[in-house]
């Protein structure tokens, strides 16, 4: 099974003036577009990953051969991310949630206001390029949370239930924002799709009924789930540079003359 | 010492077409000036606030580190660059001949390790305790100088370093980056 790029559930220009029609063809075709190509070439490498999701990819990187585990979430991130986060946006959009999840989110937040003056600091503090999330934690009694993430790391990988992001990378705001990402964030919740979060909510509550029957989060890296833990962005943002420094430190040439280790073995 | 905003060693408009007028707005006036000035407000106070640049960046962690080394590695990236980028002299030449079997072999590699990091980061060319030369990958501030390595060239991979001139085509960015590399600066790094 190959992973598709899926179509924006609405026209290009359809967010206008919030999202430019420049940018979210740029966003879509091009970066999403790209991260969907790599998934599937990283996975040519391992033909027993392929028949599964890119969500259950990234619930499960530790039984991804290593020579593509990075390459697989890095990519599958990047994939189930913006998939998620073009359906977290309608124009139609804006408002306030409502029913269980708003009263999930003044218990948690004391209010719908603080919870976006706390999302939108979460994705102004993030160092770089990545997401800021609203979560449930189901380690955490099933409160709300917000996280921030480096790259496309996504929440799912360290046990969390995403309803909600924002994609901080630059190429999402910078040809209408500029360097002004706090702009952005402020000027996004006009067209946050609070229908899909609360049913993201819904579903949650229906498959995890109670927390005694909890099957064990997955098995993830430990440093990633401490950083992401801690949702302190200086951790994560050094978590990710030892990992990213050590992995790509070229001394030979030979180093990066494009073998590859496959693991497994090729089929066929 | 507090962190300074230095001068461009040329025209904002000077480093067209490569680079643009309005690249330069941003990404010296604002992303680098933002650095400087939430560097000096963190540093007010503190035990980081008469060290030198250098030892700021080699000694600091967290939100310092990430906006002294930003500090850091823009000034040292702005002096990579020139309009009038001259084939690197002959030591140089030697000496990328010798670590990566020649000059368009060492720049095929810096370029693969820049287009392959991921994300907000960066890429370098270095020079290691032991006079070897090598090429690095770091991500969003990382800097070299904490693993004890010589900077002698870099490229900025953040997507404001390219994304108003060629959007998400981080590789057309990195031709155009090869045409304005200031080998001479990268020359007198090595010593």
């Known amino acids: 099974m190959k992973h598709v790029l899926p179509d924006l559930p609405y026209a290009v220009d359809a967010l206008e003036p919030h999202i430019d029609q420049r940018t979210m063809k740029l966003h879509h075709d091009m970066h999403h577009a790209s991260y969907v190509k790599a998934l599937n070439k990283a996975l040519e490498e391992a033909p027993e990953l392929q028949s599964q999701t890119a969500e259950w990819l990234l619930m499960n990187l530790n039984e991804v051969p290593e020579a593509i585990r990075t390459a697989v979430r890095n990519n599958a991130g990047g994939h189930v991310n913006h998939g998620m986060f073009w359906r977290s946006m309608d124009a139609s959009g804006g408002g306030f949630p409502s029913g269980p999840l708003l009263a999930a989110i003044d218990r948690d937040f004391s209010g719908y ?8 600091k979460a994705g102004t503090k993030l160092f770089g390029s990545g997401w800021a999330w609203l979560v449930v934690d189901k380690r955490g009694n099933d409160k709300l949370q917000i996280l921030a993430t480096s790259g496309h790391d996504n929440p799912l990988s360290s046990g969390y239930h995403p309803l909600l992001l924002n994609d901080v990378w630059e190429h999402a705001y910078y040809l209408k924002h500029e360097n002004r990402r706090p702009e952005y964030l402020k000027n996004w919740w006009a067209i946050t799709n609070w229908p899909e979060v609360e049913q993201r909510y819904q579903q949650f509550q229906q498959q995890e009924p109670a927390q005694s029957s909890k099957t064990p989060p997955p098995k993830i890296d430990a440093d990633l789930k401490q950083a992401l833990h801690e949702t302190a962005q200086e951790q994560i943002h050094e978590v990710m540079t030892k990992r990213e420094a050590s992995k790509l430190v070229v001394k030979e040439k030979s180093v990066t003359s494009g073998k590859s280790h496959s693991v497994n073995g090729k089929s066929g | 010492m507090a962190l300074t905003l230095p001068e461009l060693p040329y025209g904002r408009s000077d480093l067209e077409p490569h680079m643009s007028r309005e690249t330069l707005d941003y990404h010296y006036a604002k992303h680098h ?159």
């Open chain 1, 113 to 120: 206001e603080n919870f976006k003056a706390e999302f939108e």
């Open chain 2, 33 to 191: 000036k933002a650095y400087v000035d939430n560097g000096n407000k963190l540093i007010a106070g503190t035990e980081f606030e008469n060290m030198d640049l250098d030892d700021l960046v080699k000694k600091s962690s967290g939100k310092i580190f990430n906006n002294a080394a930003q500090v850091w590695n823009h000034n040292f990236f702005w002096n990579c660059l020139t309009p009038e980028s001259k084939a690197p002299s002959k030591k140089l030449v030697t000496a990328l001949i010798k670590q990566f079997g020649g000059v368009d072999d060492f720049k095929k590699l810096f370029t693969e390790v820049a287009l392959g990091t991921f994300g907000s980061g960066w890429a370098w060319l270095v020079l290691n305790a032991d006079g070897s030369l090598a090429i690095t990958s770091t991500t969003g501030a990382g800097n070299p100088l904490t693993d004890g390595q010589k900077p002698l060239l870099t490229c900025d991979v953040w997507e404001h370093a390219y994304y108003v001139d060629y959007r998400n085509a981080r590789p057309t960015y990195l031709e155009h980056f090869w045409a304005l590399v200031n080998w001479q600066f990268v020359e007198k790094n090595l010593g």
